[in-house]
């Protein structure tokens, strides 16, 4: 069997880095089909009902087999609530990929930017990205199904990641708290990691404490695998 994918681990663009303007509340309004954004904040907590409701109805059936009156149902609101926000079950699912991504951002940001510096960074961002996969485990199938269902939103989920961890180690490589030459190669290796650590040890088992997951990796982007003396 295949292993998964997931969310990964990232923050705002350099480690002390401001979040992006506007906040999440801009973001969620970006949520909703075009022309269709919420006016109010109850429209908004609305928004917010289906699209948590939609989480939980792609990672239990899947795209194919979930409905629009599943979500409606779980987030105990009527059919035309959701249609006022939504064109149809594929643009909450693009939409939903994105809002998964930002969940994950405003979750390890704040940690990132009061990490005392890059390898205290990674370690935290770590830390709190599988602190949040073990409460929303099922934001690993609702990624993986968008590279078949979206492929757009897939890519766009992974690309963006990595540009911003590329972000993210040259702004400590300039303060000289890691390597000088990172480059996307780096960006994605982390990523890469972060993604399978998740599925492991935040996904399939909870049988090692995050704080020790993060702390072996910690270690490991100081010293690498290269046998001690």
């Known amino acids: 069997m295949a292993a998964k994918r997931g969310a990964v681990a990232t923050a705002d663009p350099a480690q002390s880095g401001a979040p992006a303007a506007g906040g999440y509340a801009v973001r969620l309004d970006d949520s909703a089909s075009a022309g269709k954004a919420p006016r109010t904040e109850r429209g908004r907590k609305t928004l917010r009902a289906i699209l948590d409701a939609a989480a939980i109805e792609f ?8 409905s629009v009156s599943g979500i409606t149902r779980r987030a105990g ?3 035309g609530s959701f249609y006022t926000y939504f064109d149809s079950k594929d643009a909450v699912f693009r939409a939903l990929v994105r809002d ?11 940690a990132i930017r009061a990490a005392p510096d890059q390898i205290a960074a990674e370690r935290a ?19 993986d199904e968008a590279e078949f269902v979206d492929p757009e939103s897939f890519h766009l989920h992974y690309a963006t990641t990595a540009e911003r961890i590329a972000v993210r180690l040259k702004a400590g490589a300039a303060r000289g708290e890691i390597r000088s030459d990172v480059s996307e190669v780096h960006a ?22 995050p704080e020790a997951v993060a702390d072996v990796i910690a270690d490991m982007l100081v010293n690498g695998l290269a046998a001690r003396p």
């Open 59 to 66: 990672g239990e059936r899947g795209f194919h087999e979930a």
């Open 77 to 79: 609101v009527a059919l």
């Open 100 to 110: 998964m991504s930002d969940q994950v951002r405003e979750r390890v940001a704040p």
């Open 125 to 143: 961002g770590l830390l709190e990205f599988i602190a949040f996969v073990r409460g929303h485990k099922e934001i690993y199938r609702i990624i």
């Open 188 to 209: 994605w290796a982390v990523m890469g990691m972060n993604v399978f650590l998740g599925l492991r040890y935040g996904v399939w088992t909870d049988d090692l404490a």
